[in-house]
């Protein structure tokens, strides 16, 4: 009987359009499945790259000729096919590469690392003592040896580093041959336990043992600590990990290595997870008050006939204990549930709360975890076959993982923009990938915020989503009371004393004296925005990015937070060697300063991206604000986030006017959500909690909003303007933003691409205009919009854009030119 001829269609870790197809071995046919990972051979250099197996059929390339595969590595498929149709979707929809949604999805550790490694080449024939060097006759005997070695290892041999030319030479003299080979990243978390020997074991032996040990102080001394963590004489006696003997006997691991070869101890390996277990108590679900009942009921309800439903709940309403009740009925089908979060900095509040209910059944998943720790969670969500990670708990990448069985996803502060993707493409957004997902394993989901997104709340008014309300505070607890402080006015009376009203630094020494805690919110990071010489105005700029460099006072240098990168202070102006150097605005560095000359008794802390970037960071100084331990939280938008905490009397937003302000059709949106969201911060069981807003503009429409708590009126005036001005929910927009290093080529291909888009679209085109700040990392950047009705096809609108920028890439002007698309951009 023939043998058949399979082919595989694979998508490629390269953001490149098609998948590329290979030949498969005979002796792989059988075990070849969709959603395997395989080494296939890609490129000139026939460099290797772990891909995944998408299709398999009999049908040859017509364009090239099939190469074959090197091999399988999985025994089993590690993504399901509902995970593919997700894949889909999202390069479909996004108008992103297969390849860049595979990087976005698998952890790193799965996509293996190429390395390159030589082999004695068996063809041979010259004698090595007369025809090689010291350093290649040293390769040679070492590979006679080893069979196989690294670049890295001969670098270790011959001591040097640069080994490439000894390399080279031998593969001219046809010494050896270079492959590439494939090395696993993953590797799975062993560690090494003691136990006593077989010997040692039998009461008797042990009491020789002990005599035999009276000499040897040390030895003697990790015997009894080994003996008291084992509990040997209990029913069930404890395992001793080597690490946990070394630290309580204060001993090195050579102590220990002698007791091994007095046959006392014996060494074993084991397995372990990285992600821990909880071993506490298990509390039972929370009872739901009357309104909290209600809004269940009208959730169950609306699930009857919505698949998406919005729970629109004030803060501190108590809108947790309803998804625990609702994850808990999930479980009880025996289906999976997902719990989407904007932070990561939320999960490490929530997971306490909610492993106090769920135990192991939960998990959490974010890219914070190293890839090892990834790869964990992955593999028991694949297995689906224990109790553990019913529930994943995550930030946007966690909807990348095997799910088999769905059954609820929960979007909590589903309004956030920290859902959408920027960089690298797919610049999806998890929330709207989340309802796709849903709908693959017909599951339903729950869309949570005290401040919705105004396209989700104008989706609930149209009927497409349910709609619950939640307008009570759990427990009694009172709405704050929030307060507006004129910087203008007091700027005038020259009362503000640095960048705090009297108002402001009166409710913080009253939340002082009362022993309760303060956060104050400051939109950006750092010690100040800028820095300008008063003689001639100069402003340090990043040589990179057509912006000004922030300081950073604890580490005293300038950064640019577009590209990274620093430069030291200067003593006196780059520009005309004033020292009259002055330091402009001001970030939650500064405050965290001042704050300490004016209440020097009190304890601060900073949450930011440049104190929590380690994976605890956040746990730490969450911890630390829960047990009372610091005072004042100074944050950036991170604290406003549904972090709940009980002793917060005061929050105080520093500078409202920058949010306001910024040039975004979302501008007044935001505004209003973070403000309502950071005063949701304030209060607690029967104490009304203040928030003071500073601001040049008291009588500004969204912070009056703020003050009456008018979501409505804010949502009337907004989509009043959108309908006007063409954005969304009635319109999509589709960005286009087109870099080179060169500006007069960049304006010559912006313009080409612009004018191709108009021929189709017409006056829904807008630009190409530079941005704000129109060079980020030696790149001029223009921005084109095109702005579609929600009436017109959006295959159709795909296909348009696709042909166009396939005809634009392929004209050799513009070649250097890229092109970045991104769709619904935020």
């Known amino acids: 009987m023939a043998k058949e001829t399979k082919f595989i269609d694979v998508v490629l870790p390269l953001s490149v359009p098609n998948l590329f197809t290979y030949r498969l071995p005979f002796e792989l046919n059988e075990y070849i499945q969709i959603g395997q990972r395989v080494i296939v051979p890609f490129g000139k250099g026939g460099k290797l790259y772990t891909a995944l197996v998408k299709n398999i059929h009999q049908t040859p390339p017509k364009e090239y000729e099939a190469k074959y595969v090197e091999s399988l590595l ?36 799965f996509k293996l690392a190429s390395e390159s490694k ?80 077989t010997y040692a074991s039998e009461e008797k032996n042990l009491e020789q043992v002990f005599k ?94 919505k698949d998406v439903t919005l729970l629109h709940g004030v803060t501190g309403s108590g809108k947790t204990e309803l998804y625990i009740k609702l994850i808990n009925e999930t479980l009880a089908q025996g289906k999976q549930v997902l719990y989407l979060l904007p932070e990561i900095a939320l999960t490490t509040q929530l997971i306490v709360r909610l492993q106090k209910v769920f135990g192991n059944q939960i998990g959490v998943y974010h890219s914070k975890f190293n890839e090892n720790e990834r790869v964990e969670v992955w593999n028991e969500v694949l ?91 759990h427990g009694g607890v009172m709405m704050p009371e929030i307060l507006c402080a004129d910087v203008k006015e007091a700027t005038r009376k020259k009362k503000m004393k640095s960048h705090f009203t009297p108002e402001m630094l009166q409710l913080m020494e009253t939340a002082f004296e009362n022993k309760e805690q303060v956060i104050l919110f400051q939109n950006r990071r750092g010690y100040a925005p800028f820095m300008i010489c008063e003689e001639c105005g100069h402003v340090p700029q990043c040589n990179s990015c057509d912006v000004s460099l922030t300081y950073h006072k604890f580490n005293h240098l300038l950064k640019c937070h577009y590209c990274g990168s620093n430069k030291k202070m200067p003593s006196s102006c780059t520009a005309c060697g004033s020292t009259r150097i002055t330091l402009k605005g001001f970030g939650t560095e500064q405050i965290e300063e001042e ?86 911060r304030a209060g607690r069981k029967n104490k009304r909690g203040k928030v003071l807003i500073q601001t040049y503009e008291p009588f500004h429409p969204i912070i009056q909003q703020v003050i009456e708590s008018d979501y409505i009126g804010m949502y009337s005036y907004e989509i009043l303007q959108r309908k006007n001005f063409h954005y969304p929910p009635f319109y999509r927009i589709i960005h286009f933003s087109l870099k080179h290093r060169d500006k007069d080529e960049l304006n010559a291909g912006a313009s ?60 050799s002007k513009y070649k250097a030119v890229k092109i970045i698309i991104d769709v619904d951009p935020m």
Do not use: C
């Open 118 to 197: 030589v082999i004695l080449n068996a063809a041979f024939e010259g004698n090595p003592i007369t025809d090689l060097t010291d350093q290649e006759y040293s390769i040679f005997e070492a590979l006679e040896v080893r069979n196989v070695l690294t670049l890295q290892e001969i670098s270790e041999i011959l001591d040097i580093k640069n080994i490439h030319k000894i390399v080279k030479s031998l593969i001219e003299k046809r010494v050896i041959v270079v492959e590439e080979e494939v090395k696993a990243k993953f590797k799975p978390k062993v560690i090494t336990y003691v136990k006593l020997s």
């Open 212 to 305: 035999q040990l009276e000499r040897a102080k040390k030895q003697l001394e990790t015997l009894l600590a080994f003996l008291k963590l084992n509990n040997r004489y209990s029913k069930s006696p404890n395992e001793v990990k080597k690490l946990e003997l070394q630290t309580i006997a204060n001993v090195s691991s050579n102590v220990i290595n002698q007791l091994v070869e007095k046959n006392v101890f014996e060494l074993y390996d084991m397995e372990e997870s990285r992600l821990g277990k909880y071993r506490n108590e298990l509390l039972s679900e929370k009872t739901l008050n009357e309104h909290q009942e209600k809004a269940y009921s009208e959730i169950k309800e609306s699930f009857k006939t």
């Open 595 to 680: 704050l300490a000359i004016y209440f020097p008794k009190i304890s601060i802390s900073r949450m930011d991206a440049d104190t929590t970037r380690s994976k605890n960071a956040y746990h730490q100084i969450i911890s630390d604000f829960e047990d009372g331990n610091i005072d004042v939280l100074v944050g950036t938008q991170m604290v406003t986030k549904g972090l709940d905490f009980d002793n917060v009397a005061l929050v105080g937003i520093l500078n409202a006017d920058t949010m306001l302000h910024f040039p975004d059709f979302r501008a007044f949106e935001r505004s209003y959500q973070l403000m309502s969201q950071v005063s949701g």
């Open 383 to 473: 297995k689906n076959k224990t109790e553990r990670f019913q529930i994943i708990m995550g930030a946007r990448s966690a909807l990348f993982l095997p799910y088999s069985n769905l059954g609820l996803i929960i979007i909590d502060e589903e309004h956030e923009n920290t859902f959408k993707q920027y960089d690298p493409a797919p610049r999806y957004h998890a929330r709207d990938a989340a309802i796709v997902l849903a709908k693959i394993h017909q599951a339903k989901v729950l869309l949570g915020s005290a401040t919705p997104s105004v396209e989700s709340y104008y989706n609930a008014k149209e009927n497409k989503y349910g709609y619950v309300e939640l307008n009570k505070r």
């Open 752 to 811: 080409e691409f612009a004018h191709a888009l108009k021929i189709k679209f017409g006056n829904r085109v807008l630009g190409p205009e530079f941005p704000v700040i129109s060079r980020i990392k030696n790149l001029y950047q223009k921005n084109i919009i095109l702005k579609i009705e929600r009436t017109l096809s959006v295959a159709n609108t795909r296909s348009l854009i696709k042909v166009i920028k396939n005809e634009f890439e392929v004209n």
């Open 74 to 109: 999985d025994e089993m498929p590690i993504v399901n096919a509902k995970q593919l149709q997700l894949w889909d979707w999202i390069a479909d929809y996004y108008l992103a590469n297969p390849g860049d949604v595979f990087n976005a999805a698998l952890p790193g550790a």
